[in-house]
């Protein structure tokens, strides 16, 4: 008589790796630059789980402009991107600020990416950013 049937693996159950990270700093005026880049792995997937970003004003600026901080998803294969979060600091107050943080569930496949980018045409002034991302990569 055989035994009892092992459980079947879930799909998000395949070699199971969480991953972390984030960037903190404080910058100068300056143009549209990556701060933080995440690549799905080929024949991996990935949930990601938490996802949060903010900019706050730290020195008033002599020619104010919005600074900007975007979060996107980059779908694999598209020449476009989803932009998921587009904050921007309104005000030229120092401890002006904006900020998103989110939780759920959003599935990306080999080759999509999130990216975090910043940019402020300021002139003088400076902002800080920080933001970061929780995943769970699997194999697809």
């Known amino acids: 008589m ?3 049937t092992p459980p079947t693996r879930l799909w998000y159950d395949k070699n ?3 991953k972390t990270d984030q960037i903190a700093g404080c910058f100068t005026s300056h143009s549209y630059t990556t701060r933080l880049l995440y690549t799905v792995p080929a024949r991996r997937k990935a949930i990601v789980e938490m996802i949060y970003a903010s900019v706050i004003r730290s020195v008033a600026a002599s020619t104010p402009h919005e600074p900007k901080f975007f979060v996107s998803f980059w779908i694999s294969g598209d020449l476009y991107d989803f932009v998921l979060v587009w904050l921007n600091s309104s005000q030229n107050a120092v401890k002006d ?6 939780g759920g569930n959003v599935l990306l496949n080999a080759g999509d990416k999130i990216e975090f980018y910043t940019s402020d045409d300021s002139t003088g002034g400076e902002c800080c ?6 995943l769970t990569e699997f194999d697809a």
């Open 2 to 4: 055989p035994g009892p």
């Open 16 to 18: 199971p790796i969480a």
């Open 97 to 102: 600020k904006d900020s998103f943080a989110a």
């Open 129 to 134: 950013y920080n933001a970061g991302y929780k």
